[in-house]
């Protein structure tokens, strides 16, 4: 399973953007798609957004459509998360999920907390 690390989080006001990087190492990157989930105290880990294996499939939660863009450079074994017009209420914890032996999400980062204030 890869080792993956999340890095980008920070404090914004709400309409700025972030960028969140999540790298992955050990096991072939290319080959297996990828995601980002958030989380609150207050609620569950959801989905946010996915990625295929060659970077040209995603998807996204309806709340963040048109906002939030997922891509990934697997020649620098990377997906990123950029978002957009942030609102206080994308304030979470963003985790970085890979999906290696396409079984599902097995492989996860620590998270990079992400706080949007009004």
């Known amino acids: 399973q890869p080792q993956i690390v999340e890095s980008g989080g920070g404090l914004v006001q709400a309409g700025g953007s972030l960028r969140l990087s999540c790298a992955a190492s050990?096991?072939?990157?290319?080959?297996?798609?990828m995601a980002w989930f958030r989380q609150t105290p207050e609620k569950e880990r959801d989905l946010v957004a996915e990625?295929?294996?060659?970077?040209?499939?995603?998807h996204y939660a309806d709340s963040v459509k048109g906002r939030f863009i997922i891509s990934r450079d697997n020649a620098k074994n990377t997906v990123y998360l950029q978002m957009n017009s942030l609102k206080p209420d994308d304030t979470a914890r963003y985790y970085c999920?890979?999906?290696?032996?396409?079984?599902?999400?097995?492989?996860w980062g620590q998270g990079t907390q992400v706080t949007v204030s009004s």
């Open positions: 990625i295929n294996s060659y970077g040209d499939n995603t």
């Open positions: 999920a890979a999906d290696s032996y396409n079984l599902g999400w097995d492989s």
């Open positions: 050990g096991h072939s990157f290319s080959t297996y798609p």
